[in-house]
Structures are given as C-alpha cells and as structure tokens.
C-alpha cells in the first residue's frame, strides 16, 4: 500500500476506532483504564491501529491511537503498546479480523469465572466453554441464521504472560464464534472491519448479560423453593 492511500486508511479509521471505543466506554464495558480496541490499518506488513495502555479508552482523540507492527512493537505514535497485543495478533492471525475489540463488563467477567468453576471434571484438559443457545439474538452474529441455535464461547485462564495465553488461545479461535473469554477479565470480540466487531460485541455482551440473568433467576427460583412462572 502507497504511503498515501495507507495515511488515507488510517484517517478514516482513526476517528471510527475512538468513536467505537467512546460508545463502548459509555456502555460501562470499560471503565477505567480497562479495556483495549484495535483495527488492521494493513495487512502486509501487518499494521495495527489501536489505543496506547493505561489510559481511559472513552477518551482517546484520533491522534492518540499508536500503530504497531506483527511483533507488536509501536511504529509510530507516543503510547504504550498493550502488553495485550500479542492476543489481538494471534485473533487477527487465526480469524482474518479486520478489527478486534477487548471488553471488562461485569457479565463477561463474571460468567468467565463461572464457566471454569462449573466446568465437567472430563473437560479439565480442554478450554472451558460458555454455553448459548436459543435466542434470537444470536442472529446477530454472522453466520447464524436461526435462534434455535447453540454456540460455545470459549473460555480460557488468565495468564499474565501474554505470550502463552496467546498459545492457549491458538487451537480454540478458528471454531470460536466471533469471541473469546478469558476467566476473570473479560470478552474480545472480532469481526471482518470494526463496524461488524462492534455488531459482534453488542451481540455477545447482550447475550453475556442473558445468561447471567437468566442464572440469578434460577438461584432465586432455587432459594425461593418454587418454580417462578414461565411468563413473567
């Protein structure tokens, strides 16, 4: 890509990448510091366009968005890189996104735990999995056309090494469905470009935030020692 056209590219992102990450943040998806947001600027050589670490992603002005290289190191730009990079260029590497987006809610994080903690004891040496299924939401992502459908998200431990979590998550993405948890911390979640990552996350989140839901009313219907009424 000419130097041109690549500048063009990264003037459209840039402004779509902060305002995806602002909206997000408003959500409370990333409150904080937490959080972290990247589009593929180029594909060869790989070049990400993402948010600098530590900072508060809801308000992070075009400028401010760094560009790192497939090693994950900062070419240009005066943040951080996330030591986190490494898992965005593993999804980008294994799913061909074109956009990936890192998200600490509290459903994600806290059916990420669940998930390992309620796991079959036959399933110790596989990635946990969170189970969804049966609602019209899951239209949402791409490839699914029927809500009478069932899909497992998985689910892997936390790792401050960046790096073996990145190996962790290496034989799990190609089947995983546009997202990713990681037990303790949150949701990332891909797409093709970012306005269809964004679609993804919201759909995920929504359907993260139902069976958390859904969870509490059977912990009350349990306490409560009779059945709550199928239609509410």
């Known amino acids: 890509m000419g130097s041109a056209a690549h500048s063009a590219v990264i003037q459209a992102l840039a402004p779509a990448l902060t305002q995806a990450m602002a909206a997000i943040h408003r959500r409370g998806w990333c409150d904080g510091t937490g959080g972290n947001f990247c589009c ?34 900062v070419i240009e730009g005066a943040g951080k890189a996330s ?18 987006l890192h998200t600490h809610s509290q459903a994600g994080t806290l059916l990420s735990n669940w998930a390992c903690d309620h ?19 899951l239209k949402g992502l791409r490839g699914i056309h029927t809500h009478a459908t ?25 089947a995983a469905p546009h997202g990713l948890l990681i037990a303790g911390h949150g949701l990332y979640a891909w797409g093709q470009d970012l ?24 912990c009350l ?8 009424p199928k239609s509410l």
């Open 150 to 174: 069932e899909l497992a998200i998985p689910v892997l431990p936390n790792d401050q090494d960046l790096q073996r979590l990145s190996a962790a998550a290496r034989p799990v993405l190609p």
């Open 83 to 100: 030591a986190e990079t490494a898992l965005h260029l593993e999804i980008v590497a294994q799913c061909g996104a074109g956009a990936v």
């Open 195 to 218: 306005p269809e990552a964004l679609r993804h996350l919201e759909i995920l989140e929504f359907l993260l935030e139902q069976r958390w839901r859904q969870l509490l009313l059977e």
């Open 40 to 73: 593929v600027a180029q594909r060869d050589p790989l070049q990400l366009l993402m948010a600098p670490s530590g900072v508060d992603k809801g308000h992070v002005q075009p400028g401010e968005l760094i560009l790192v290289n497939a090693e994950g190191q």
């Open 119 to 137: 796991r079959s004891p036959d399933d110790t040496g596989h990635a946990a999995q969170l189970r969804l299924r049966d609602l019209e939401m």
């Open 221 to 228: 219907t349990a306490a409560a020692g009779s059945a709550l």
